[in-house]
T-cell receptor
Framework: EPEVTQTPSHQVTQMGQEVILRCVPI?????FYWYRQILGQKVEFLVS????????KSEIFDDQFSVERPDGSNFTLKIRSTKLEDSAMYFC??????????????FGPGTRLTVT | AQKVTQAQTEISVVEKEDVTLDCVYE???????LFWYKQPPSGELVFLIR??????QNEISGRYSWNFQKSTSSFNFTITASQVVDSAVYFC????????????FGTGTSLTVIP
């Protein structure tokens, strides 16, 4: 069964450093997302991406964050200058549905980001 | 305001007991979708079910069943004859027609099934 993959599974970085989290969506999916989950808390929406541009973003997704699809397969989340509070599990999700239709999103296994 | 409320933070049941996880949602959209996801200790999010706002039929899948009631804005999840492998955090989520495809997650219910 096709699945979303994410690399790395765990990233440790120092405050102020840039990190890039990578996701490979399911091949026929067109709509991509990043979510984050601070330890023990709920999953929070960051950004959605469709047709090579940001579709929606939350208040969390400030100028320190960016997303892109550098090639035909990867979907990346970049944090330019990490802060301690960026420590969280970051999930990539993809769906075959495009607006206005909504459907289930399939989540990758997550990247645990630890900022020290 | 919370769009999705899961009032039960933690639940413990003994194996083979039935357990119901509550989910209450809030939306002004007439078209919306509700979901349940399971997050086992390994951390991934596993899709369980999707329901749209026009379909109030309850659904059963094996030991899992879902009760969708628009009148009370609830989408509750019942596990029958619980098993140790059901131990996980369960998240209810809402997606609204007018706010695109982003999901609003509840805070999750941590279920522990005791052997």
């Amino acid at each position: 069964e096709p699945e979303v993959t994410q690399t790395p599974s765990h990233q440790v970085t120092q405050m102020g450093q840039e990190v890039i989290l990578r996701c490979v969506p399911i091949s026929n999916h067109l709509y991509f997302y990043w979510y984050r989950q601070i330890l023990g808390q709920k999953v929070e929406f960051l950004v959605s991406f469709y047709n090579n541009e940001i579709s929606e973003k939350s208040e969390i997704f400030d100028d320190q964050f960016s997303v892109e699809r550098p090639d035909g397969s990867n979907f990346t989340l970049k944090i330019r200058s990490t802060k301690l509070e960026d420590s969280a599990m970051y999930f990539c999700a993809t769906t075959r549905y495009t607006p206005p239709t909504t459907g289930e999103q399939y989540f990758g296994p997550g990247t645990r980001l630890t900022v020290t | 305001a919370q769009k999705v409320t899961q009032a039960q933070t933690e639940i413990s049941v003994v194996e083979k007991e039935d357990v119901t996880l509550d989910c209450v949602y809030e939306t002004r959209d007439t078209t919306y979708y509700l979901f349940w996801y399971k997050q086992p200790p390994s951390g991934e999010l596993v899709f369980l079910i999707r329901r749209n706002s026009f379909d109030e039929q309850n659904e059963i899948s094996g030991r899992y069943s879902w009760n969708f009631q628009k009148s009370t804005s609830s989408f509750n999840f019942t596990i029958t004859a619980s098993q140790v492998v059901d131990s996980a955090v369960y998240f209810c989520a809402l997606s609204e027609f007018n706010t695109g495809n982003q999901f609003y997650f509840g805070t999750g219910t941590s279920l522990t099934v005791i052997p």
